[in-house]
T-cell receptor, first 113, second 113 residues
Framework: GENVEQHPSTLSVQEGDSAVIKCTYSDSASNYFPWYKQELGKGPQLIID?????GEKKDQRIAVTLNKTAKHFSLHITETQPEDSAVYFC????????????FGAGTRLFVKA | NAGVTQTPKFRVLKTGQSMTLLCAQDMNHEYMYWYRQDPGMGLRLIHY???????AKGEVPDGYNVSRLKKQNFLLGLESAAPSQTSVYFC????????????FGPGTRLTVL
């Protein structure tokens, strides 16, 4: 089945710097890759997603890139702000194998003011 | 709109006790899901439902049962709680399949002693 690995597990950056979180997946049939942000005491919230027919997608300070050949995708946050501090999860889903969105283990991002 | 709500927010059980977690959504979503979140393991799908009256097993279904008698509600039951079921439980819903945005509830923190 699908396996999603996420790195790093913890990331600390200075306010204004960029942050990059990387994920790899194993199932070549995966075609949908969402990213979720989870703030303390809350449920995860979708911040951006990408489908396999697209290589890159951008939404203001957030961008996601996908390399299907290498089976990896990344989240890029530019001009980080303290409110970006949270846990970020990547996920992958394939059309096959039933309804299973497989999540990475998460990255705890700290943005220091 | 309240979105996705979960009750209770916290619960402590003794081994062998039973309980039901309630999830409600007011977005008229067809699909609903139950996940558990454990440290360092991301979110894992327990059970899901693609419509009123239907349920199916996810990645880690053992020890849990679910029911979807009404479209807006999705119940997760633990018949005989075990310490291994200590976790944070999240409910989610989506309009269509998992390639649609999933909206998560705030979570239920369950401790089994």
């Amino acid at each position: 089945g699908e396996n999603v690995e996420q790195h790093p597990s913890t990331l600390s950056v200075q306010e204004g710097d960029s942050a990059v979180i990387k994920c790899t997946y194993s199932d070549s049939a995966s075609n949908y890759f969402p990213w979720y942000k989870q703030e303390l005491g809350k449920g995860p919230q979708l911040i951006i997603d990408i489908r396999s027919n697209v290589g890159e997608k951008k939404d203001q300070r957030i961008a996601v890139t996908l390399n299907k050949t290498a089976k990896h995708f990344s989240l890029h946050i530019t001009e980080t702000q303290p409110e970006d501090s949270a846990v970020y999860f990547c996920a992958a889903r394939a059309n096959t194998g039933g309804f299973k969105t497989i999540f990475g283990a998460g990255t705890r991002l700290f943005v220091k003011a | 709109n309240a979105g996705v709500t979960q009750t209770p927010k916290f619960r402590v059980l003794k081994t062998g006790q039973s309980m039901t977690l309630l999830c409600a959504q007011d977005m008229n979503h067809e699909y609903m899901y139950w996940y558990r979140q454990d440290p360092g393991m991301g979110l894992r799908l327990i059970h899901y439902s693609v419509g009123e009256g239907t349920t199916a097993k996810g990645e880690v279904p053992d020890g849990y049962n679910v029911s979807r008698l009404k479209k807006q509600n999705f119940l997760l039951g633990l018949e005989s709680a075990a310490p291994s079921q200590t976790s944070v439980y999240f409910c989610a819903s989506s309009h269509g399949d998992q390639a649609d945005t999933q909206y998560f509830g705030p979570g239920t923190r369950l401790t089994v002693l």
